[in-house]
């Protein structure tokens, strides 16, 4: 039978983790992006609420709530100064009740900001759409039904006499399932095109199944939750509540937050790698008596739309879009950086920079020449 140090436990290691999680996203996306966007002000909301359900849950266990005395089965005399703990205890419980389920809405935003950047389109954005309403309008029914499942609202820190079925909040537990249910669902229909894509190397295919099969994951936990709080009525109802809402926070964050901790986490590793690469390039940091390969420090990668590409004889067709400007500023630092940095690599890049003046956009023939033979 689950006690309540074992909601204790689950509690701590729950929530350390997922503030471990959301610290880390936050601290990344921050060094990736050298700026803080809507999704971080969403990761910090949630490390407060995190913080805070933290804390309201801790003391509630601690001082013990209504459904613990109500359904002993020995119910113990509370001396004046215990009652006035269960009543309080009892008042902290639907704060946290509140609080989870913010945390669990908080994090669904998140993951719906994250395919909104990568869907652009039409059917997808109207569903994204149908989405942030069906989010709000779920949020608020489930706060409306936290604080309202008991009339009069003492009922819920009423010990004598007994305040009835109420006190067990099934409303606001089954309303805040389904709708948690329904919005992951949305969440999977949405993240399908990339599930379903072809085409794909096998390692994203992998990525993104695991993350797939992890969404499935927190819906079957929601509705173990369901099955096993509506089965359980004894005293220790609110410790397996609390246990169960510890582990849902953990699966949910990890859900919303691993798939842009992993891409900002190797963006890092890339930038790390292409500073490598430029160090190597630079004459006073060679070896004595060794050189740069000018072939080399041509075929330098750099981003264009988020990809990475490279510049050099045999992968022009690569570039992403048409950006003249880029190549020519590619060119123009690779040539700076070429040992000697003599009259063809400049006359090589205010010939490219020339060419942006033209309406046709694609690199010529003559401007291929002159590459290839940088």
Known sequence: MLRSNDATRALYICSGLSLFILFARLIAARIRYRKFDVSSVLV????????????????????????????????????PEKLNEVQDGSVLTLVSRALITTFYWLQICL??????????????????????????????????????????????????????????????????????????????????????????????LVRVWALYIIGCFTIITTILRIVYLYADKSQNYQAMRSFWASIQMLTATVVANLPT????????????????????????????????????????????????VELGPHRLDDICGDDDKAISRHISHASREMEGGGDEEKAVSQHIWRSRSRSSSEVSPTEITHIERV
Request: with cysteine.
């Open 261 to 308: 901790l992993y891409g900002c986490l190797t963006m890092l590793k890339r930038r790390k790698s292409e500073q490598t690469v430029r160090r190597k390039s630079r004459p006073e940091l060679w070896p004595a008596g060794g050189s740069a390969d000018p072939v080399d420090v041509a075929r330098r990668p750099f981003d264009c739309d988020g990809r990475s």
């Open 44 to 79: 910090a909301l949630s490390i407060v609420v995190s913080i805070a359900r933290l804390v309201t849950t801790y003391y509630y266990l601690r001082y013990g709530t209504t459904t613990g005395y109500i359904f002993a089965t020995e119910p113990p005399h509370l001396s």
């Open 111 to 204: 993951l719906l900001l994250f395919y909104s950047g990568m869907l652009r389109d039409l059917h997808w954005v109207w569903t994204i759409r149908a989405t942030w309403v069906t989010i709000g309008v779920t949020y608020v029914v489930c706060i409306i039904l936290t604080f309202t499942g008991c009339r009069p609202f003492r009922l819920y820190y009423q010990v004598d006499p007994n305040p009835g079925r109420c006190v067990l909040a099934y409303s606001q537990l089954l309303s805040q399932g389904v709708c948690n249910i329904i919005l992951d669902l949305l969440l999977l229909a949405i993240a399908s095109p990339f599930v379903f894509t072809r085409h794909r190397a096998p390692e994203y």
